[in-house]
């Protein structure tokens, strides 16, 4: 607090404008500000210097690996996971509260796990693959993030263990299931509860975790897919829709839009996916698909799980929200899950109607934005309307002026509801 407001209190006081109980909040207000801003960064900078101080000893020992005995490079291999224990026991032994220290000792101890395991294996020739070593590497440090209640390590865990997912089931596929990455997902889970859902706790480690946790179930759902890749977009969809649903429930509520992991994830995995179901390719290959063997692949158990979740919590929305208040793209799955039996059928009229669930979702978002007052959700909804008129661009038969007419009367359409949600401000103020 500046020696400046701290004058000026006390001329406030003297001139009886104030009470001292008055300056003394204000006082204890600003002061409460600084420590918090402070414990912030003695958190990050002990982070940084826990990372930086383990990336310097792995490029020390990189330069002079080769002239170093087995002995030294073993003792060089387990020395940082010895420091970082023994560190992290008296942290634990004095039950010590002191956030830096905790998130620092985390963090070092995620990367002495990875540099013992990885001069282990190379000195002795233990034999692996990249997967096995993410998957090991990941599971030996989930004892960390509770022992020491590391947010810190919890993220990086959780980067890991979609590392893991990517390597075995996508840039090995299709000579790998990453089936492990599941029962880790779960195990973080209680931390992130017990952490921050329990109490109610909304800081700058719960919106990263909210990031990650909602991209690496985007990444690794695709890893169920096996004999019918199409049913997979059922799942997805149904992932998306939940993640809007909970995005609007209490306890993952921040009150503002670009804070809000789940909304933004849900809400843009919703369109992106239209958008390109717009597309008539997918359409075309679930119409030659026979549906009589949908119920033998993976991709069949898996949309039924979604489903049953995506209604519940729709069910659990319902129950706070009327019909009318809930956000629309809540209702993607269901929608969808229509759109998917008649393309069985009809490809044509399900990839025609895909683009009015497009367009009515659009005109919905606009609406919200303007009952809201909030000039990115109604910019987002006018750019979901031009994100179509630019897919049917490519693939319809409209001549060049006709589209050409169709951009300008998006392009005015932006400078209209901007124009009157700006007036409207004016008016009101």
């Known amino acids: 607090m500046s020696k400046q407001i701290l004058k000026e209190l006390s001329?406030?006081?003297n001139a009886q404008v104030i009470?001292?109980?008055?300056?003394?909040?204000?006082?204890s207000h600003y002061t409460g500000q600084v420590s918090h801003s402070t414990n912030r960064l003695f958190i990050v900078f002990g982070i940084l210097g826990a990372l930086l101080v383990g990336m310097g000893l792995v490029l020390i020992i990189a330069?002079?690996?080769?002239?170093?005995?087995?002995?030294?490079?073993?003792?060089?291999?387990?020395?940082?996971?010895?420091?970082?224990?023994?560190t992290a026991g008296i942290l634990v032994l004095k039950k010590s509260e002191n956030r830096t220290y905790r998130e620092g000792t985390g963090?070092?101890?995620?990367?002495?796990?990875?540099?013992s395991i990885s001069i282990v294996s190379q000195v002795y020739n233990i034999e692996g693959n990249l997967g096995n070593f993410l998957l090991?590497?990941?599971?030996?440090?989930?004892?960390?993030?509770?022992?020491l209640r590391s947010s810190m390590a919890s993220l990086l865990y959780i980067s890991g263990i979609t590392w893991y997912g990517c390597e075995v089931s996508y840039f090995n596929y299709?000579?790998?299931?990453?089936?492990?990455?599941?029962l880790l997902f779960i195990?973080?889970?209680?931390?992130?509860?017990?952490?921050f859902l329990k109490d109610g706790v909304k800081n700058n480690f719960f919106y990263f975790h909210s990031w990650l946790l909602a991209l690496s179930l985007t990444i690794c759902l695709g890893v169920f897919v096996d004999a019918h890749g199409e049913l997979i977009m059922i799942a997805y969809m149904c992932l998306f829709s939940a993640f809007v649903i909970l995005s609007e429930l209490p306890t993952f509520d921040t009150g503002r839009v670009i804070s809000n992991a789940y909304l933004v994830i849900g809400s843009l995995g919703v369109i992106i996916s239209l958008l390109i179901l717009s597309f008539d390719f997918y359409w075309d290959e679930l119409g030659d698909s026979s549906s009589e063997h949908f119920t033998d692949g993976l991709e069949f158990i898996v949309?039924?799980?979604?489903?049953?979740?995506?209604?519940?919590?729709?069910?659990?929305?319902?129950?706070?929200?009327?019909l009318l208040e809930i956000n629309s793209k809540s209702f993607a799955f269901i929608v969808f899950i229509f759109l998917f039996f008649i393309g069985i059928t009809a490809p044509t009229i399900a990839q025609l109607l895909t683009n009015v669930v497009i367009l009515v979702l659009a005109v919905n978002t606009i609406r919200n934005g303007a009952q809201r007052d909030h000039l990115g959700i109604l910019n987002y909804g006018l750019l979901i309307i031009t994100a179509l008129i630019l897919c049917r661009f490519f693939d319809t038969d409209f001549s060049f002026v006709v589209r050409g007419i169709l951009f300008i009367a998006v392009g005015v359409g932006f400078f209209a509801a901007n124009y009157y949600m700006v007036k409207k401000r004016k008016r009101e103020v």
């Not at 090991?136 to 022992?147: D, F, S």
């Not at 299709?174 to 599941?182: D, E, S, T, V």
Request: charge should be positive; glycine fraction near 6%.
């Open 187 to 195: 195990l973080i889970l209680p931390f992130y509860y017990f952490e």
């Open 303 to 322: 949309g039924i799980v979604t489903t049953v979740i995506a209604g519940a919590l729709l069910v659990i929305g319902l129950r706070r929200k009327s």
């Open 19 to 27: 009470t001292e109980e008055t300056a003394e909040r204000i006082k």
């Open 174 to 182: 299709p000579h790998g299931h990453a089936w492990w990455f599941w």
């Open 136 to 147: 090991v590497w990941t599971a030996l440090t989930l004892p960390i993030v509770y022992v």
């Open 107 to 115: 963090a070092f101890l995620f990367a002495a796990v990875a540099i």
């Open 63 to 86: 330069h002079n690996w080769d002239v170093l005995p087995k002995v030294v490079k073993l003792a060089i291999g387990l020395l940082p996971l010895l420091i970082g224990q023994v």
């Open 11 to 13: 001329d406030l006081v």
